[in-house]
């Protein structure tokens, strides 16, 4: 088995470190079957170097690849994953059948799909908990389903925010079938948030 750690020690520097897609590249991680992956404090940017370095954010550079590919176990704490435009389902993340995904305060924002879960898609038999993480501003442009979270496996949230995401069925969350799970928690003294999440479907809900 493979474990790899990326770590930013946030006491040895008062910059975030960012780490971006080079065009032409794939996914940027891809974690296979038996494989581990944690990922603590760092940006990862779906620009390109020369979107980066510009500052761009409207008509990026697209790609067939989502940014993360998960068929083993991932952890993502304190993780930023933005601007990914993807041709196909889960730009950000794409978390394989069961792989084991866990994210702690991570932001997922400003990423944008032509198919399902700009930000996250939870194939079959894949398990994903999710506590103190955002959802910003999502899209699903086809438009298709679950603008930021597609689950057809089992999903599990803690008091998450979803703001401003936006598909056709389902702007924030889509539960694709009866065998889909999906548990949102919260607290009288601590709730997730859902605001501003649009479907353009008018009999859907957001």
């Known amino acids: 088995d493979e474990n790899i750690l990326i770590n930013v020690d946030e006491s040895l520097s008062d910059d975030t470190v960012t780490i971006n897609r080079k065009t032409g590249f794939g996914n940027m991680f891809t974690v296979n079957s038996g494989g581990r992956l944690t990922a603590q404090g760092v940006v990862m940017d779906g620009r390109t170097t020369e979107e980066l370095v510009q500052g761009k954010t409207e008509g990026l550079v697209g790609s067939s690849y989502s940014l993360i ?60 908990t999710c506590t103190d993480a955002q959802f910003l501003n999502n899209k699903s442009t086809t438009p298709n389903n679950g603008g930021a979270v597609y689950c057809a496996g ?16 389902g702007g924030a969350v889509f539960v694709n079938n009866a065998s889909a799970v999906v548990t949102l928690t919260g607290t009288d003294t601590r709730k997730g948030l859902f605001k501003d999440n649009k479907s353009s479907d008018s009999s859907a809900k957001g």
């Open 69 to 128: 590919v998960c068929n083993g176990t991932l952890n993502l704490d304190d993780v930023t994953v933005r601007y990914v435009v993807r041709t196909g389902n889960g730009g950000a993340l794409y978390a394989g059948e069961n792989s084991i995904v866990t994210i702690n305060g991570a932001i997922f924002s400003d990423n944008q799909v032509t198919g399902q879960a700009a930000a996250l898609y939870i194939d079959k038999a894949a398990e994903v």
């Open 154 to 169: 089992k999903f599990t949230d803690n008091y998450s925010q979803y703001i401003g995401n936006e598909a056709k069925n």
